[in-house]
């Protein structure tokens, strides 16, 4: 404890600056103190160099208040799921639907869109989630094998996860272990040319695990002009990780 001086910081520590939530974080690679927006978490983190200028960072939070509240309001807030409500999965719009029975996904069938139902109760988001990471699994493995075959490579086993910080992640196979892709299974709700970029990226780094020049090269080669489907991530990808969250 500090006997004299102003309070002491950690790394991880949170502050309220004027009601925005404030993350701080020691990294090495900074040169100076600095703000940057987590869209991810809803937040922003105050960055400092050493531990030692942690106090500094909180201190620049405060003077940067307006700014702050400004970032925040751009993120959008967390979406409940709810019956009568529209998403989309690969493009194809999906009506939830509130029904007793197991939780599936009907098929969209004639004029009438495919549908996602399940039980009127306080577990409907966890549910419809549950059907929705089924059907990410299944429709971002069939890209997946599809990129695979067009690189004449392996296809490895898929999964995937909530991360926040990716939309995919790839291990490609080494001396020590087998290949891998993990995607994040919020890519089902974005347009499908942006779930099928994600596959073809990680799907590169089977072949080239950097980000090179000749990786990128590879990544044009399978999908062309990519730089529109990372736009959208980069515009859009906080409002899918915000639904379906609770407030």
Same mark, same amino acid.
């Given at each position: 404890m500090k006997l004299f001086g102003g309070p002491?910081?950690?790394?991880?520590?949170?502050?309220?600056?004027?009601?925005?939530?404030?993350?701080l974080a020691?990294?090495?690679? #900074? !040169?100076?103190?600095s703000l940057r927006l987590d869209r991810a978490k809803r937040e922003v983190v105050a960055v400092a160099p050493t531990p030692r200028r942690l106090a500094e960072a909180a201190a620049f939070a405060h003077e940067r208040s307006g700014w702050i509240a400004e970032r925040i309001a751009e993120v959008p807030a967390p979406t409940p799921l709810w019956p009568g409500m529209s998403i989309t999965l690969f493009g194809e719009p999906v009506l939830l639907e509130a029904a007793p029975g197991r939780p599936k996904l009907i098929p969209a069938d004639g004029d009438h869109p495919a549908r996602i139902i399940a039980p009127p109760d306080a577990a409907f988001t966890t549910r419809v989630l549950r059907v929705v990471k089924r059907e990410a699994l299944r429709g971002l493995s069939e890209r997946t094998a599809?990129?695979? #075959? !067009?690189?004449?490579t392996a296809l490895p086993p898929v999964s995937v996860m909530d991360a926040r910080g990716r939309w995919g992640s790839c291990k490609p196979a080494s001396n020590r272990n087998t290949a891998s892709i993990r995607y994040s299974w919020r890519l089902a709700l974005a347009p499908e040319a942006v779930a099928d970029y994600v596959a073809a990226h990680e799907c590169c780094h089977l072949l080239e695990a950097n980000h090179g020049p000749r990786f990128w090269a590879l990544v044009e080669r399978?999908?062309?002009?990519?730089?529109p489907q990372r736009a959208w991530l980069k515009a859009?990808?906080?409002?899918?990780?915000?639904?379906?969250?609770?407030?």
């Open positions: 002491s910081f950690n790394h991880g520590d949170r502050l309220v600056v004027d009601g925005a939530p404030v993350r020691v990294n090495p690679r #900074a !040169r100076r103190v599809h990129y695979c #075959a !067009r690189l004449n399978m999908v062309g002009n990519h730089r859009k990808g906080a409002g899918l990780h915000a639904l379906g969250r609770e407030s």
